[in-house]
């Protein structure tokens, strides 16, 4: 069967320059505990940022999201002293599965002129420039999405931690579970996953651990928090421990790998893939093999950790919307994104 793009461009996006060129610029990232907005006045080089609560759909509900997003944009607007009729654009970057639900209540509230997307492409705006290339994501959950140098879109993977998220945190986290219930019950290899995890959740037991999964339950976050012991075992000497992010490792690469041969981008040009995500800290222990695997169908492939705050992803859109993308360069932009967000970490 032959499918349709999961998650397309909106038109402003794939045409830069289709609004007129302005002084201000604003980028959203909402994700499932926090909301960060910034204006970027580009005639002075200036961010002012606001934070807000979670603006998940899936966490929330759509009406308390679209508030969340709206209200600390607002805030940022305040911050910076203007008016909303001063942006030259405004993308509002959103993680969750019904980005639609988030565009309806948005443009219900009179920000009609603003773009909503879901925050994976936000995050390849990040990785790349906004330009033809792949942004990947590994922290909690996973997702990929690339686009090539027609524009053609694809996105794999972001299908939550019950039906996908592979190579993720929580991925990471739950096989190290796994792999410490086989030791136990003599089905696997002996791994020190098993009194780390022990140690690591408070309980008495490995199979109290397996209660405690499905009795509390356990949730994404705590599960895939687990995923930084197992890096330190790895880097140890545990054979499972290690094979585990080798694993996630191919498996993330697999979703990239897809997402090249889907937007062309593997015919023997150079193109970037940006590595964004906690798991990516773990640094050659995952991304070596993942790099290998993924040169292995696109030796084109630059893969590099993406340092940059996913706002970032937001305003370079926005940027792009109105044609100031030579106003900043990516490496400008970040040290702005930085010196703003310093008082904060």
Known sequence: MKSAPLLELP????????????????????GATKTLAAVLD???????????GPSNEDAIGANAAADALIGTADAALTCARIGREELAAAVLAVAGTDTDAIVRQVHGAQRDDWIVVNDVVGAWAVATGAQPGIGAISGTGSNVFGVGPAGQCWRVGGWGH???DEGSGYWL???????ALRDRDGSGRETALSDAAVAFFAVPSVEALAAL??????????????????????EAGDSVAHELYERGARELAAQIVHVVEHTDLGDGRAFPVGLIGSVFRAGALFVEPLATAVHDVAP??????????????ALQLAMRVCGCT???????LQQLLDDALAPAR
């Not at 996006?13 to 060129?21: A, I, Q, T, V």
């Not at 030579?326 to 400008?332: G, I, S, V």
């Open 11 to 30: 038109p402003e996006l794939l045409e830069p320059g289709s609004r007129p060129r302005g002084r201000y610029v604003l980028g959203v990232d909402g």
């Open 42 to 52: 580009l005639r002075d080089g200036v961010i002012h940022l606001a934070h807000g």
């Open 213 to 234: 999964v499905y009795s509390k339950p356990l949730t994404k976050g705590e599960i895939a928090a687990f995923a930084v012991r197992t890096c330190v075992l790895a």
């Open 173 to 179: 986290g739950a096989e190290s579970i796994r792999a």
């Open 162 to 164: 019950l039906l996908g």
């Open 326 to 332: 030579d106003a900043l360069t990516h490496e400008r």
């Open 300 to 313: 084109g492939a630059q893969l590099a950790v993406v340092e940059m705050a996913a706002v970032g992803g």
